[in-house]
Nanobody, 117 residues
Framework: VQLQASGGGLVQAGGSLRLSCAAS????????MGWFRQAPGKEREFVAS????????NYADSVKGRFTISRENAKNTVYLQMYSLKPEDTAVYYC???????????WGRGTQVTVSS
């Protein structure tokens, strides 16, 4: 599966953005999807994940209550809606896919999110 993230940009603290990740292939619904981010000088970290059906989601503590992950399997797309953005959310955001029982092994090119104070 090939992934392409988009929707990043520059936003003021307190603002919102919605990231999208478009996937290729006809079996999108069989993949769990995730969002990760990497800030300058830091390791990549988990942000959120969603099951293939969309019935199960998980979030990093740092984004709970502010970010929402969702998916539209008919459009082969996963989203990350981000509210109440903080400067510490500044990072390159990556989407990833995994098959059931496996680690995330398919990665897209990232999209830059910059939150100004």
């Amino acid at each position: 599966v090939q992934l392409q993230a988009s929707g990043g940009g520059l936003v003021q603290a307190g603002g919102s953005l919605r990231l999208s990740c478009a996937a290729s292939g006809r079996t999108f619904g069989s993949y769990g999807m995730g969002w990760f981010r990497q800030a300058p000088g830091k390791e990549r970290e988990f942000v959120a994940s969603i099951s293939g059906s969309g019935s199960s989601t998980n979030y990093a503590d740092s984004v709970k209550g502010r970010f929402t992950i969702s998916r539209e399997n008919a459009k082969n797309t996963v989203y990350l809606q981000m509210y109440s953005l903080k400067p510490e959310d500044t990072a390159v955001y990556y989407c990833a896919a995994r098959q059931v029982g496996r680690q995330f092994e398919y990665w897209g090119r990232g999209t830059q999110v910059t939150v100004s104070s």
